[in-house]
């Protein structure tokens, strides 16, 4: 198959020699036959080499590379991409695991699948694209994902209002189902249960990437009292309290991610009276509590979206940790994340550095965390590692 044309400005193929996956606007030196948004196009050197091809797009992104050979993007394509994604799952031991039937599949740059992301609950699986050419793909992708995935998915609903470019001029954009049409929204991880709201919830209707993370925070557990800020659904809550918790409470400034929260504590520890939940801002709760937890979670939504928000996202990161560590009783454990992927990890670091210094406290590092497998990062694509984590010893 013969896909229109674009061609680079001499020596911008470093990067893609390197198989970066994105190409750069700025790298452009002509487009042939104006490709519609979304179409996949091939990429050719000043030299006129062929070296890539992708989905083409309007903006600082001009192509996400599908693929560094010259190939058709069709159904058999798309089974390629999505088998070779599967194994890495399989792999990784969570496909046919009866305690977790929630995982990611695919995982953007990380699977080679750039704009694309498909999160298993059980029986449905959630795709959401976040470019223009994966919306376009979206029946071709399902139809490929119902054939790579066997039985095992028979429900596939599709997330992207939210999440597609909003200059593209796209058609057909509504969340709903591609295929199937199941209500059983209860999916379980590492042997707990949760409701997962993939019609209205973020993201995807839930945060699968904190899934070893949250398992790491049960082991802490026993007997401490326990602060989950920005707890959304409440993973973090229902494992810290199998794990023997003292007391549980969730904060979040939403009274619907509250709702959920305790619908999931109610579905694994029915009537358990040692947890609470606050629809309240997180700053303002954390300046009225008390000195009464020894173990707290700082799991806040992305602080920085892009590079201009950065210095803004780094203090408040730095004002974050620091409330935390002024009201953290001595011998307490912190949990705290950026999920922000320009935030990098020395930057993470040295706001919470700060805030450390800030309160006056010593602390100790006991583990650096970041995204499961499942959310893997390309190595030729170092910006997807975008989860970092530190779990503090605070005397």
Known sequence: MSYKRVYLKSGKEESLKRFHPWIFSGAIARVENEPEEGEVVDVYTSEKEFIACGHFQIGSIAVRVLSFVQEPVDRAFWVRKLSCARKVREALGLIGNPQTNTYRLVHGEGDNLPGLIVDIYGKTAVMQAHSAGMHLDRMEIAAALSEVMDDTVQNIYYKSETTLPFKADLLATENGFIRGGSVDNVAMENGLKFHVDWLKGQKTGFFVDQRENRRLLE????????????????????????????????????????????????????????????????FKYLDRMGEQYDLIILDPPAFAKHRDALRNALRGYTKLNAKAFEKIRPGGILFTFSCSQ??????????????????????????????????????????GEYLKGLVLYVE
């Open 219 to 282: 082991r802490y557990a026993a007997g401490r009292n326990v602060l989950n800020m920005f707890c959304y659904t409440g993973g973090f809550s229902f494992y810290a309290m199998r794990g023997g918790a003292r007391l549980v409470h969730s904060v979040d400034s939403s009274s619907k991610a509250i709702d959920l929260t305790n619908e999931n504590v109610q579905l694994n520890f029915p009537g358990d009276v040692r947890h609470q939940a606050f629809a309240e801002d997180a």
């Open 342 to 383: 320009v935030v990098t990890k020395d930057n993470f670091r040295n706001a919470v550095f700060t805030a450390a210094a800030q309160a006056g406290r010593s602390v100790r590092i006991l583990h650096q965390l970041t995204q499961p497998g499942d959310h893997p990062v390309n190595i030729y694509h170092p910006e």
